[in-house]
C-alpha cells in the first residue's frame, strides 16, 4: 500500500467513531448546539440532552464552526499531509461549508480541497470511510475529487420522523409538505439525495416504514448490486436493531451497519421519531 499523501478534514455531524479518527489522522471541526441559553459544542456533551429538549419542546439551535478552527484544521492536516480535502455537510443543511470555503480563501493554499457532502448523517460517515480507503490506496486529492462525485450519485439518505414539524420550522420543508406529512397516522419517508430533500412516500404507522426501507434495498439487491446500507436514529435504537436484523436476511449482497445516534446538530432539525438509512450500492 503506498503511503497516504492527503490528509481529511471533516465535520463533527459526520459521527464516525473517536478510534477510527486518531488511527486515520481525521481532523474534526466541531458545530455547536444551543439548547434554551446553554451552549454546548458537539461531540462533547450527551446527545440525550437534545432528545429531552425536543421532547419538553425546548428550542434547540445549531451554529456553524467559524473560518478560524478550519484554518486551524488545514494547517495541522499539512503538516503531515501534502494536501487536505475537507468534506463537509450539505450546504443546503448548514453554513459549514461556506466556513470551510472561507477558511481555505483566507489561508490561500491551493493544497486545501473543499468539498460539499450533499449528505447528512450517515451519509457522511460511508463518504469519508470510502474516502479513506480510497487515498490509502496512494490517490491524489484531484482522483479522490472525481471519485467522491460517482459515490455521490450512487448514493442517498432515506429517513422517516415522527412529523415533518420540526423539519418546517427550520426551513427544510415547505408548509404544504409538512402539512400533507403530518396528516393523522401518516408516517412521512424522505429521501435526501445530492442535497435535495423531498418527502417520497407516505405510510401508515412505524412498521411500514421499516419495509419501505427494507424493500429499497431488496430492490437494490435484486437488481444484482452490492449494497451498502447505515443506520442512525435519533430515539430509535431498538427499531433500529430491528432494521439491522431484516437487512441482514437479504444475504451477503448486503453490507448493513448501525453507526449509531444521529449527530446532535442534525437531531435537533430532523426532530424526534428520526431513523434512516444511508444506502449505496457499487
Do not use: W
Not at 492536516?77 to 481555505?104: D, H, M, P, R, Y
Not at 467522491?148 to 450512487?154: A, V
Not at 414539524?165 to 396528516?183: E, K, P, V, Y
Request: with cysteine; net charge negative; aromatic share 8%.
Amino acid at each position: 500500500m503506498d503511503k497516504r499523501k492527503v490528509g481529511v478534514v471533516i465535520d463533527s455531524t459526520f459521527r464516525l467513531e473517536e478510534s477510527y479518527v486518531k488511527e486515520n489522522d481525521i481532523t474534526v471541526v466541531p458545530l455547536k448546539v444551543i439548547i434554551g441559553d446553554q451552549e454546548y459544542i458537539d461531540g462533547f456533551f450527551d446527545s440525550d440532552l437534545v432528545v429531552k429538549a425536543l421532547q419538553e419542546h425546548v428550542k434547540v439551535k445549531t451554529s456553524q464552526p467559524s473560518p478560524d478552527l478550519f484554518i486551524e484544521a488545514y494547517k495541522h492536516q499539512l503538516e503531515s499531509f501534502e494536501e487536505v480535502i475537507c468534506l463537509t455537510l450539505s450546504k443546503s443543511l448548514s453554513g459549514t461549508l461556506n466556513s470551510a470555503n472561507l477558511a481555505q480563501t483566507i489561508l490561500d493554499d491551493n493544497h486545501v480541497t473543499v468539498i460539499d457532502s450533499e449528505s447528512t448523517i450517515s451519509g457522511g460517515y460511508y463518504l469519508t470511510q470510502r474516502l479513506i480507503e480510497f487515498l490509502n490506496e496512494g490517490h491524489s486529492a484531484r482522483e479522490a475529487s472525481v471519485y467522491l462525485e460517482q459515490l455521490k450519485d450512487q448514493g442517498s439518505l432515506i429517513f422517516t420522523v415522527d412529523n415533518l414539524q420540526t423539519l418546517f420550522d427550520n426551513g427544510r420543508l415547505s408548509r404544504l409538505q409538512a402539512a400533507i406529512g403530518n396528516m393523522l397516522r401518516i408516517k412521512p419517508i424522505l429521501r435526501f439525495r445530492r442535497g435535495v430533500l423531498e418527502v417520497e412516500q407516505k405510510v401508515r404507522g412505524f412498521s411500514k416504514a421499516a419495509k419501505y426501507l427494507v424493500d429499497e434495498v431488496r430492490g437494490m439487491v435484486d437488481l444484482g448490486k452490492k449494497a451498502f446500507v447505515r443506520i442512525a436514529y435519533v430515539d430509535k435504537s431498538s427499531e433500529a436493531k430491528e432494521l439491522e436484523m431484516e437487512l441482514f436476511q437479504l444475504g451477503d449482497q448486503v453490507d448493513v451497519k448501525i453507526t449509531g445516534l444521529i449527530s446532535p446538530v442534525i437531531s435537533a432539525h430532523v426532530g424526534l421519531g428520526g431513523l434512516g438509512i444511508y444506502l449505496a450500492f457499487e
